[in-house]
């Protein structure tokens, strides 16, 4: 299994959580709806530190988080060791890489949260992750993501400049923490930027360099029908708003055909 590149940063589960923009996004509620709506299992792909999973968990579902990062699930891990037993025994946390995932199970609710599906930069690694997610849904199950919606004059006006979206705040382990981020290069015809998010740690410099596939709704209608899918629903933000020019989302409830 390729390694996380969270997983090169010290710390890195805490620093994740230390990040407001993170914990202030509006999705919790939305996944949590749904997972209360499935009546049965569900299975998240990419869970990272339970920021929904232990929402989904502490309201009676059962849930299955995968992540391909060791740090985030041991952040996960230590998370549920001081929740109430109930809650742990509803949660399984799995290491594995989610475009090649075999779980020796099917649920009725499977979600990706976070744009996780936009480190699938190419076609290939898109159809193997969806391969992956029909064999582990069940019949009339759900297949729920959210991509950004693609801000064009943002793309364009990528300059390369570092940013910041976290002011310096003190860890509780007292160190200081101060986050920039930037995008490198936009590769328009890949449609893909390559972005980095600059983690200051006591005047330590952590960069975590990724890459960011963008998606318009057509294409992801394209691609779902590809792989034997078709979307239900598309919204264009967490509270189920339309999917209009300039909405910041693209949320995506999908089924088999």
Known sequence: ???????AIPDFGLLYDSVPLYAARQDVGFYLDEAKAAGGRVLEVGCGTGRILLRIARAGCAITGLDSSRQMLDRCRAKLAAEPAAVQ????????????????ATYPLIIAPFRVVQHLTTVDDQLRFLEAVA???EPNG??????FNPRFDMLVGADGVEREDTAAQRLPDGRTLRRTYRIVRVRWLDQVSE????????GTRYVQAFEMRWYLAAEL???LARAGFRAREIYGDFKRGPLVDGCP?????AERD
């Open 1 to 7: 299994m390729a390694a996380s590149s969270y997983d």
């Open 89 to 104: 025994g509803r949660a399984t946390l799995v290491l594995n890489e989610m475009r090649r995932f075999e779980l020796g």
């Open 135 to 137: 064999r582990h849904l």
């Open 142 to 147: 759900r297949f729920i993501f959210d991509v």
């Open 195 to 202: 972005a980095e998010l600059i983690y200051y740690v006591d």
């Open 221 to 223: 209608r394209h691609l």
């Open 249 to 253: 989302e693209i949320v995506v409830v």
